[in-house]
């Protein structure tokens, strides 16, 4: 895992300009983020909302996880598929399900539709704890330190997944 904030960030960038360059820093600012709070009409998770601030999640890629639709601003894809969401708002979709952030909680859901079965996972306590597992699963891939089954196991027990499964897919 990362040991510290600043060490996943710097991994998001490198592996951003990598995967979709070029990387450009984050262009949001509480301003902007009170009048997207105000639109949307909830608060963000205080984890969720200190990562936007840091990262730029307009094209991010992480693995088979896409944050937005690749074609308009984060916060305007969030605006546009979270209007009437209720508790749980819509961040990303990949080959682990649709991914959501628990606006009352923080944490972070994956849901994913086989056949006819609904399928829910807790992915994480918050959104932090969340992008530092996929973060550490994407960096383990590259370095193949540890079988992917080895690394879903790590992150699910130090991030508070219900499941380590949903992370073979990430």
């Known amino acids: ?6 060490n996943l960030v710097a991994f998001i960038e490198d592996f951003s300009n990598l995967v979709n360059p070029p990387y450009i820093a984050p262009y949001l600012s509480n301003v902007k983020l009170n009048e997207f709070e105000q639109q949307l009409g909830q608060k963000l998770p205080a984890s969720f909302r200190d990562l936007l601030l840091l990262c730029n999640f307009d094209s991010l890629e992480l693995g088979s996880t896409i944050f937005g639709n690749g074609s308009d601003s984060f916060l305007e894809y ?27 909680t923080g944490e972070i859901w994956a849901q994913y539709i086989d056949g006819d079965t609904i399928n829910q996972n807790k992915l994480a306590d918050d959104f932090e704890a969340f992008l530092g597992g996929y ?29 380590y499964r949903p992370w073979l897919h990430s």
């Open 1 to 6: 895992m990362f040991d510290s904030r600043q």
């Open 135 to 163: 973060a550490f699963i994407q960096k383990n891939r590259m370095e193949k330190t540890i079988s992917l089954k080895e690394a879903a196991k790590l992150v699910a027990e130090k991030i508070g997944s219900d499941d």
């Open 78 to 104: 969030l605006l546009s598929t979270n209007q009437d969401s209720g508790e749980f708002m819509k961040i990303a979709v990949g080959e682990i399900g649709g991914i959501f952030v628990s606006t009352k």
